[in-house]
């Protein structure tokens, strides 16, 4: 394997010529952006800065042309089958909630999710328990946070009107068997909506191939920019949704007395949008195809390697998921006993300049119900280096001979 990716396109990103010293392992809350997605940016600003699908002028007709163009690169990315199925969010959060105001869940429909879920697939499953009556069931995972077919399938009955898992977990680094939950649970009629956040960025996603009803996912988290997102769902389910937020271009005609709403992806997409930033998430796709997820996903297992290794010989470190690195993508996830999560994290930036992630990341319900206050968060991603990665074994193991 090449390990030498990450210093062969740093040069990409002015964040880094800014801040040499950095080493920013905190990939998994936001990623860093190379130059053509903040120039694909300054481009909407200074040279288009008009409003897509309204007025008729030269400019509003190149910004809709844009944004139809990055939908096209959307789907060809993520392997839908119509542009028309891309349906552009905010971030990951809202395109959850959509589907979950949308579904028109009743009382006693039962929504699955694991033991393991970002907060931003367990609130609005809590909000809907609580306002509507779903049941809401949990999925064990095993000791080492993996998949158990037999705790999946125990779960699944004729009521289940919906499946919502993550692909990767934030927490860990560790993937789910899509493919397989989908097959299972199409069995009983149920639908799947895959949080897909921390899987898209470090390896893609095949949403024909895995038959998933749902994806959803953040520009932010895959080199594009904040305030982006998308909700991937297949055209029958979309089209059969009444609208969740309404208002300005999601309708075809109004009158005082009613509305008609316009097809997907239009009726979703309520007011004027972030047409800077859809743009930049289509030069963060065009980027990362450029580089190839395969490579990506290849050298960041060959940085995991190398950190959990360099930390195998710590005996006070507990780490969260398996041992095996192959298994935990792209993170390395532990805690300390008797020591503080934050304060690791303040000591690495205030010593190194490292910036990781402390705390509950989120997923508060997986550390409440096993009684860790937090853990610290090492997240890599395509312009890491093996210096880095170096500098923050050598810097913790100096930390941990003092707390
Ligand atoms: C697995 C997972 N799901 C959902 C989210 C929420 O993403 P956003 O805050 O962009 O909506 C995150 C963010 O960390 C995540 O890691």
Redesign the pocket.
């Known amino acids: 394997m090449d390990m030498s990716l990450g210093t062969q396109i740093r040069a990409d990103f002015p964040f880094f010529e800014r801040h040499r010293d950095f080493a920013y392992l905190d990939n998994?809350?936001m990623s860093i952006r190379p130059r053509p997605v903040l120039e694909a940016m300054t481009h909407y600003y200074e040279d288009l800065s008009g409003c897509a699908g309204r007025s008729n002028h030269r400019l509003a007709q190149a910004v809709t042309e844009k944004i139809d163009e990055v939908r096209g690169s959307v789907q060809r990315f993520i392997h839908a089958k119509k542009a028309s199925e891309i349906v552009f969010t905010?971030?990951?959060?809202?395109?959850?909630n959509l589907v979950a105001n949308s579904l028109g869940l009743v009382k006693g429909d039962v929504v699955v999710i694991s033991d393991k879920?970002?907060?931003?697939?367990l609130v609005p499953w809590l909000y809907l328990r609580d306002r509507v009556g779903i049941e809401l069931r949990v999925m064990k995972t095993s000791r080492t946070n993996e998949y158990v077919a037999d705790n999946f399938e125990s779960l699944l009955d004729e009521k289940v009107k919906l499946v919502s898992v993550?692909q990767?977990?934030?927490l860990d680094g560790v993937s789910f068997p899509v493919e397989e939950m989908v097959q299972k649970a199409h069995e009983i009629g149920s639908l799947v909506l895959v949080?897909a956040?921390?899987s898209i960025p470090h390896g893609g996603i095949d949403v024909s191939k895995l038959n998933v009803d749902f994806a959803?996912f953040?520009g932010?988290?895959m080199m594009g920019p904040t305030g982006t997102?998308v909700l991937y769902g297949k055209y029958k389910w979309l089209d059969a949704f009444s609208g969740f937020m309404v208002g300005g271009d999601t309708v075809e005609r109004t009158s005082y007395e009613n509305f008609t709403l316009l097809p997907p992806p239009e009726k979703f997409e309520a007011g004027l949008q972030d047409y800077a930033g859809i743009i930049g998430l289509g030069a963060a796709i065009d980027y990362l195809e450029q580089i190839g997820l395969k490579q990506i996903r290849e050298y960041e297992l060959g940085l995991n390697q190398l950190l959990t290794e360099s930390l195998e010989d710590q005996s006070r470190i507990q780490l969260i998921g398996p041992t095996d690195y192959r298994l935990r993508g792209s993170i390395y996830s532990f805690y300390v006993d008797g020591g503080d999560s934050h304060q690791i994290a303040l000591m690495l930036d205030q010593a190194a300049k490292i910036m990781v992630r402390s705390g509950q990341?989120?997923v508060h319900s997986w550390f409440e119900g096993r009684g860790i206050a937090g853990s610290v968060r090492a997240s890599l991603y395509a312009y890491t280096t093996e210096e880095e990665v170096i500098r923050f074994c050598s810097e913790l193991k100096k930390i941990l001979t003092v707390i």
């Not at 879920?117 to 697939?121: G, I, L, P, Q």
């Open positions: 998994a809350c905010r971030n990951t959060t809202e395109g959850i879920e970002h907060n931003s697939n993550v990767t977990s934030n949080d956040a921390q959803v953040s932010h988290k997102g990341h989120c």
